[in-house]
């Protein structure tokens, strides 16, 4: 698909033997109003993101860790509309992998992202799961010969090599 498509993913849901199969999808179309500003702009407070790094670091040295996933949340009212904010987005950050979800009760998320996570679909043999994590990428070179030492070097990299069954792994148990 060419990247300025826009197309909708409707998932069906099973469990303990009920589903969403065969329903109907309507519901009323509710225009976009800003929130007030009436929540927290973040949920980690000042100074807490870097004493989790410090700590995360403590334990990488003691081989507690091999990998941590650090994040903090940042919120803000949005006057324009999400659809405005993800354009500004796409044209900031041309990432091939972007979303904008109505999360419902007027919360919404916007993102771009160089590295797909996951894409199911369904094919004849049944659902298949593809991840594609990012490991490896290098910066290109000046020229062709340039670019080539580079790839030599990646591929000979235990370093990378390691990262990358890293990822792997991660993507496999998630």
Do not use: H
């Amino acid at each position: 698909q060419d990247k300025k498509d826009v197309w909708t993913i409707k998932y069906d849901f099973t469990y303990k033997g009920k589903t969403t199969f065969g329903m109907p999808r309507e519901g009323k179309v509710v225009q976009y109003t800003a929130a007030e500003n009436s929540f927290s702009d973040r949920d980690t407070p000042k100074g807490e993101y870097s004493k989790k790094v410090e700590l995360a670091r403590e334990e990488f040295r003691q081989g507690n860790l091999f990998e941590a996933v650090l994040s903090q949340t940042f919120a803000s009212p949005c006057k324009p509309p999400p659809s405005t904010l993800f354009r500004r987005l796409r044209a900031r950050n041309p990432s091939p992998y972007g979303f904008l979800i109505n999360l419902g009760k007027e919360e919404y998320l916007v993102g771009a992202s160089p590295e797909m996570f996951v894409r199911c679909e369904r094919t004849r043999e049944g659902l298949r799961v593809e991840t594609c994590p990012i490991s490896g990428t290098i910066a290109r070179g000046n020229n062709a010969l340039e670019d080539a030492e580079a790839v030599r070097n990646l591929l000979a990299s235990t370093k990378e090599e390691s990262e990358l069954t890293m990822c792997t792994d991660v993507d496999r148990n998630d």
